[in-house]
């Protein structure tokens, strides 16, 4: 298999104008500005592609989805592919009117290849709730998608994770029954999730990698459950067949010394 390298960032909370929307997280600094210093660091010509998976958007309006998708296209390259999630957060009527030019509010789900590697994309997110939820439908897409392209290896994308949450036995996303069942018959290389704005590495069905992304607007802890100002997003890459997933912190900023050690 070739090589490959994505960025994977999750959990941005756009807002144009944020006034005191999140304001109940804690949140004391100005997330457009963190996120648009972290796009400018970025050299994105080395990645084949860059993943958002999920909650762009803050509970925002048009204006807002106009204005992230400008910010994301001011830094990142044209010629390199950036593919989108949505998250419970995410109003799927203007991301389709923003991002696609359509009137619609179906789900996002979706497919893209890149080198050898086949990537499915699906909608885990719903206006009217908070947890996630994969409903038949989906599964049986889902299913179709992998029997189709049972010589490849296989990237799933989606904004809420499998299996956990914040605190042990919370919230977990929906799945129809024989879920388990249905992933275990295919060669999934990896689930890359978000939701839960922290930096998660779990093992789904015990043999299907999953890893969830940092936020890009406010971190939580686990089991205590705090917010804080741990920012950050995961640069993955397979080599020589062997997935390396990198997680690296925005905010607070690290201080780097001491670079020839090598």
């Known amino acids: 298999m070739a090589d490959l390298q994505f960025l994977h960032m999750s959990d941005t909370h756009f807002l144009k104008v944020y006034q005191n929307a999140l304001e109940k997280w804690g949140v004391e600094y100005n997330p457009t500005e ?16 860059v993943v ?22 001011t830094y990142i390259p044209e010629e390199i592919p950036v593919f989108y999630c949505l998250g419970n957060h995410d109003k799927k009527r203007l991301f ?8 619609t509010d179906k789900k996002w789900d979706y497919i893209s290849e890149c080198k050898d ?7 885990s997110s719903s206006e009217e709730m908070h947890d996630g939820v994969i409903d038949l439908s989906q599964a049986e897409w889902l299913k179709a998608q ?17 299996d956990i949450s914040w605190i042990n036995g919370l919230e977990k996303t929906q799945v129809p029954d024989n879920y388990d069942q249905l992933l275990n018959q295919y060669d999934i290389k990896g689930i890359f999730t978000g939701h839960l704005h922290q930096n998660r590495h779990y093992m789904v069905n015990n043999r299907i990698p ?7 607007v406010f971190g939580m802890t686990i089991d205590d459950v705090w917010n804080n100002n741990r920012l950050g997003y995961s640069v993955v890459k397979v080599v020589n067949g062997n997935l390396d997933v ?9 201080e780097r010394f001491n670079q020839n050690i090598l």
């Open 210 to 216: 999953q890893h969830t992304a940092n936020s890009l």
């Open 34 to 49: 963190i996120l648009e210093g972290f796009l400018k660091t970025i050299d994105f010509t080395k990645f084949d592609f």
């Open 117 to 123: 590697y086949q990537l499915i994309f699906l909608d």
């Open 146 to 162: 992998l029997e189709a392209n049972r010589d490849k290896e296989i990237f799933i994308f989606q904004h809420h994770p499998l």
């Open 52 to 73: 958002h998976t999920g909650d762009l958007v803050h509970d925002g309006e048009l204006a807002d989805y106009q204005s992230f998708k400008e910010l994301m296209e």
């Open 246 to 254: 990198y997680t690296d912190i925005v905010n607070p900023v690290v």
């Open 96 to 103: 389709h009117q923003v991002f696609n030019g359509e009137d």
